[in-house]
């Protein structure tokens, strides 16, 4: 069961009003981890909002605009055209979805519930049978790829002295790692719900083993095992999911990467 906040609950009562009073509104309907019955307190409100296609622009206008109907906000910004994205004096944040009629008709009912304040203690929707992931050879290898890139440029940055322009790339390297995991977990892109969540999509095992990746510092030392630890954990995870997808494994960037790495920074793997 989803567990909200007074603070949640305070914003969520103030979309009910604001979205019920406005004719404009066809529907509303709490979406995102909410609707999904996966909300906690730390998560935002996104509501869907159901509009005439030509209110849409007006609407997107005004609920982005600095008369805002839902009130004061510390941050106002509005994506893709339709996409209202706010946060809230108190740090209450929430997003409005604008869809026309047509474009609601294409949305998974499962993941919504009418906007309505009960709505936020309703329990999941029951499992459904989960559609058999499909990844993609293609940005498989395309992934490798960029992951071996990253791994032969640290001897540039450490040339350089550019420690932060390093510390970026293991950044970047330890993203695609978590992203492979998922692949192989068998969770696409579209499955994985906003950026602030990762522990149900990971193993324990593996969350361990990313943690456990020493921290990259401003120097060489710290940077070739953080290097070195993000390797050892890609490098095979990749080889195996690419294997299974049918996608063609990039062993020369991989030599060509190894022994650079061996040459220039001592950086074995």
């Not at 510390?74 to 004096?89: D, H, N």
């Not at 950044?171 to 990762?198: P, S, T, V």
Request: with cysteine; aromatic share 6%.
């Amino acid at each position: 069961m989803s567990t909200a906040s007074d603070g949640q609950r305070a914003l969520l009562q103030r979309l009910v009003e604001v979205l019920g009073a406005d004719e404009r509104v066809e529907s509303a309907w709490l979406s995102g981890s909410f609707g999904r019955g996966a909300g906690d307190m730390w998560s935002d409100i996104d509501v869907t909002v159901v509009v005439d296609e030509e209110d849409l622009p007006h609407c997107v206008g005004e609920y982005g605009g600095a008369r805002n109907p839902v009130g004061e906000t510390e941050v106002l910004y509005t994506l893709f055209g339709r996409v209202i994205s706010a946060v809230r004096p108190d740090w209450e944040r929430y997003d409005l979805v604008f869809a026309t009629i047509p474009e609601f008709r294409t949305h998974d009912k499962a993941a919504l519930r009418p906007l309505t304040l009960a709505s936020l203690d309703a329990p999941a929707p029951p499992p459904r049978e989960p559609k058999p992931y499909q990844p993609s050879a293609d940005a498989l290898e395309g992934a490798a790829r960029e992951f071996l890139r990253i791994l032969g440029l640290l001897p540039v940055a450490a040339g350089r002295g550019e420690w932060l322009a390093a510390q970026e790339g293991v950044g970047l390297m330890r993203k695609a790692l978590i992203e492979m995991m998922m692949e192989a977990n068998g969770i696409g892109r579209g499955q994985r719900g906003g950026a602030k969540r990762l522990n149900p999509f990971l193993s324990d095992a593996q969350r361990a083993a990313v943690e456990a990746i020493p921290l990259a510092g401003a120097d060489l030392p710290s940077l070739l095992a953080a290097n070195k630890g993000l390797a050892d954990l890609f490098l095979p995870l990749a080889r195996e999911t690419l294997a299974k997808a049918g996608a063609s494994w990039p062993q020369a960037l991989e030599d060509a990467t190894r022994a650079h790495l061996a040459r220039t920074v001592g950086l074995v793997l």
